[in-house]
């Protein structure tokens, strides 16, 4: 990323220690400002600073039970700008839950695993390469 301004990631996972985790593994390179946020709530409230990227799970309610989940803040999202790539990450594994989000114009859908943060980073260089941010 030489001379090339940072990424704005925002992370959105309602555990908290995964949360930290997840942004600690995906930036460890320093390449990108990530936000987080422990809802969709707080993301929603912050998306005016038009993040590059999002990148949110899909089940949100495990601390807060009245939360939106991931497909209902996505909706939100594709309201307020359309052009924000939104990624669903999630231990979801049902494909019909995935091909659901992607139907709500989810950019991709990734399955929390071990290899996710690498297929995490290789979408993020896809949207970059695509000239979508």
């Given at each position: 990323?030489?001379?090339?301004?940072?990424?704005?990631?925002?992370?959105?996972?309602?555990?908290?220690?995964?949360?930290?985790?997840?942004?600690?593994e995906?930036?460890?390179?320093?390449?990108?400002?990530?936000?987080?946020?422990?809802?969709?709530?707080?993301?929603?409230?912050?998306?005016?600073?038009?993040?590059d990227?999002?990148?949110?799970?899909?089940?949100?309610?495990?601390?807060?039970?009245?939360?939106?989940?991931?497909?209902?803040?996505?909706?939100?999202?594709?309201?307020?700008?359309?052009?924000?790539?939104?990624?669903?990450?999630?231990?979801?594994?049902?494909?019909?839950?995935?091909?659901?989000?992607?139907?709500?114009?989810?950019?991709?859908?990734?399955?929390?695993?071990?290899?996710?943060?690498?297929?995490?980073?290789?979408?993020?260089?896809?949207?970059?390469?695509?000239?979508?941010?």
């Amino acid at each position: 990323m030489n001379n090339e301004a940072k990424l704005k990631i925002f992370l959105v996972d309602d555990d908290a220690l995964f949360l930290k985790n997840e942004a600690l593994e995906l930036n460890s390179n320093n390449e990108f400002t990530i936000e987080t946020f422990a809802n969709a709530e707080l993301c929603l409230e912050n998306v005016y600073k038009n993040p590059d990227v999002i990148i949110i799970d899909y089940w949100l309610n495990g601390v807060e039970t009245s939360s939106m989940n991931g497909e209902q803040a996505l909706d939100k999202i594709k309201r307020y700008n359309s052009d924000i790539p939104v990624v669903i990450h999630s231990a979801q594994e049902k494909i019909d839950v995935a091909v659901n989000c992607m139907h709500h114009r989810a950019f991709d859908y990734v399955v929390k695993s071990r290899s996710a943060i690498e297929q995490l980073r290789q979408i993020i260089t896809t949207i970059k390469q695509m000239n979508i941010v």
